[in-house]
């Protein structure tokens, strides 16, 4: 018998739940409580684990129409400018681990996977905001609005990092700011001047900050982001608001030339205010019953190893593999949804702590910022290279 699952949230994590929940055989049904499908945001760094996913569910066609696929990432002082390390990518990275590095925009990698989830047959149901969910042992019951309840054998929590359904699920209260500011920007690669234009990824790091740059739309764009951390982020209701980037030129003052010179090219930026929650601490915050957390609503994390939209899409992938097992008798929903929390919630506390820990040693100064850039001239690729992270779960 065909069971059905409810999904909340129709981000990347949300699309990737209800791809890979379809593909296992279940009837899925996404609720997004916006009127249209769009993702905010600008670029994604996909390590080898995320590409390798995307790959096994018949993406790889559709991803390299968009993607870019960088031969090295280099990381560089934002004070001298000088190489403090790197590592190859390319075809380097991809004979490693069985698939390539790429760098997308957010809203192409949803575009793709919306494409998928359609060609799947999931219900999409726009402009739905779920108002409540109960359980029992034998199924799961959903209210949207005025419409009449709907009762499914699983609802999954993939709606962000302000999740609704975790609020219900486990009144743990609201994430923490984490005191760190993003200035985001895109901008065409043409519009750049020559020696600005980048088809690699960098990472310029300074005390208290640190800027990422990387192509995306193909190479045809450059995506760059300046994270500063000092602000108290306590204006949490306008967490994405446009600037000129003031704060981020401030910032630099006093950085080397080359990074200056590329953020005085960009003239319009969008700030965000970072959030996160503490590493995972069991499989209750990722399963409960008949409810599942998935991506943000479960383990949102600083951007600091460039694995949140990694996370999700990972989690989706466990999250169908366990779910393929629903023909069995001897195994209950539940105990299908455990399953899935105890093969995730380890690998996904560690990486926000190591997430945590990247920043710190980003953002160093002092004695920390000298014994870093030591150990990089000294050991580079040992150093960049995350082996237990990028051969995958």
């Known amino acids: 018998m065909t069971k059905q699952a409810l999904i909340a949230g129709g981000g990347i994590g949300g699309l990737a739940a209800a791809l890979a929940v379809a593909r296992a055989g279940?009837?899925?049904?996404?609720?997004?409580?916006?009127?249209?499908?769009?993702?905010?945001?600008?670029?994604?760094?996909?390590?080898?684990n995320v590409v390798k996913v995307l790959h096994g569910w018949g993406l790889a066609d559709a991803l390299a129409a968009v993607a870019a696929f960088p031969d090295r990432l280099e990381v560089r002082s934002a004070v001298t400018g000088?190489?403090?390390?790197?590592?190859?990518?390319?075809?380097?990275?991809?004979?490693?681990?069985?698939?390539?590095?790429?760098?997308?925009?957010?809203?192409?990698?949803?575009?793709?996977?919306?494409?998928?989830?359609r060609e799947a047959g999931v219900g999409l149901k726009l402009n739905h905001t779920l108002s409540r969910f109960t359980q029992n042992p034998e199924a799961v019951t959903v209210q949207s609005g005025d419409d009449p309840p709907l009762e499914?054998?699983?609802?999954?929590?993939?709606?962000?990092?302000?999740?609704?359904?975790?609020?219900?699920?486990l009144g743990d209260g609201p994430p923490r700011a984490t005191g760190h500011v993003a200035y985001r920007a895109l901008v065409p690669q043409a519009d750049l001047p020559e020696a600005l234009r980048s088809t690699q990824v960098t990472a310029w790091l300074g005390p208290k900050l640190h800027v990422v740059q990387y192509p995306v739309c193909g190479g045809k764009s450059l995506n760059v982001v300046g994270i500063?951390?000092?602000?108290?982020?306590?204006?949490?209701?306008?967490?994405?608001?446009?600037?000129?980037?003031a704060g981020l030129h401030a910032a630099l003052a006093?950085?080397?030339?080359?990074?200056?010179?590329?953020?005085?090219?960009?003239?319009?930026w969008r700030l965000w205010t970072l959030c996160d929650r503490p590493p995972m601490q069991g499989t209750y915050q990722h399963a409960l019953g008949r409810v599942a957390l998935l991506g943000d609503a479960a383990h949102p994390m600083r951007p600091y190893l460039a694995q949140g939209a990694g996370m999700a899409i990972e989690d989706a992938a466990e999250l169908g593999r366990v779910l393929t097992q629903a023909l069995d008798p001897a195994l209950s929903v539940p105990t299908m949804l455990q399953r899935y929390a105890l093969n995730r919630w380890q690998r996904n506390a560690r990486v926000q702590a190591r997430a945590i820990r990247n920043g710190e040693i980003?953002?160093?100064d002092g004695?920390?910022?000298?014994?870093?850039?030591?150990?990089?001239?000294l050991l580079g690729e040992r150093l960049l290279d995350v082996p237990w992270l990028y051969a995958g779960a």
Not at 152 to 160: I, T
Not at 228 to 245: A, I, K, M, P, S
Not at 254 to 268: E, F, W
Not at 367 to 377: A, C, Q, T
């Open 26 to 48: 279940w009837i899925v049904r996404l609720y997004e409580r916006a009127p249209v499908f769009s993702e905010v945001g600008a670029g994604i760094q996909l390590g080898p």
């Open 82 to 117: 000088e190489t403090l390390g790197a590592l190859r990518l390319g075809d380097v990275i991809a004979q490693r681990y069985g698939a390539p590095y790429a760098t997308v925009h957010r809203a192409d990698l949803h575009g793709l996977l919306l494409a998928a989830v």
């Open 152 to 169: 499914g054998e699983v609802l999954v929590g993939a709606d962000g990092l302000w999740s609704p359904v975790r609020q219900w699920l």
């Open 228 to 245: 500063v951390e000092g602000r108290d982020g306590d204006d949490l209701d306008n967490w994405d608001q446009g600037t000129d980037g």
């Open 254 to 268: 006093g950085s080397c030339t080359p990074l200056q010179d590329l953020v005085r090219a960009i003239p319009a």
């Open 362 to 364: 980003f953002h160093a």
């Open 367 to 377: 004695v920390l910022r000298w014994g870093r850039d030591v150990s990089m001239k």
